[in-house]
């Protein structure tokens, strides 16, 4: 049964960092994708970070240039840098990955989540 498990969320101050991390119960390269979505309080899911398996990486316009996703395939794990962190990041940031299973079907893979506060 594929895991995954985000780490690394806690308070911080305005302008501040956190580097999050995803671990996974299986090899990453089992995902044709996976990605960060932070959740605000209020508000859906919104996808601020993904990397595909061939290691394309897409940023949503709020991310930009102050996130940076990344993985380590030996660990198993993929992370976000997160820098010049804002009040409005506020947020739970679920880890996603996508896996396909053949015949045009794909499993969608959820973290329970992990809290980050940004907060003076």
């Known amino acids: 049964q594929v895991q995954l498990v985000e780490s690394g969320g806690g308070l911080v101050q305005p302008g501040g960092s956190l580097r999050l991390s995803c671990a996974a119960s299986?090899?990453?390269?089992?995902?044709?994708?996976m990605a960060w979505y932070p959740q605000a309080p209020g508000k859906e899911r919104e996808l601020v970070a993904r990397i595909t398996r061939e290691g394309r990486i897409t940023y949503a316009d709020s991310a930009k240039p102050r996130f940076t996703i990344s993985r380590d395939s030996t660990e198993n794990r993929v992370y976000v840098q997160m820098n010049s962190l804002k009040p409005e990041d506020t947020a739970v940031y679920y880890c996603n990955a996508i896996e396909d299973l053949g015949r045009g079907q794909r499993m969608n893979y959820w973290g329970t989540g992990t809290l980050v506060t940004v907060s003076s």
């Open positions: 299986v090899h990453i390269f089992s995902f044709i994708h």
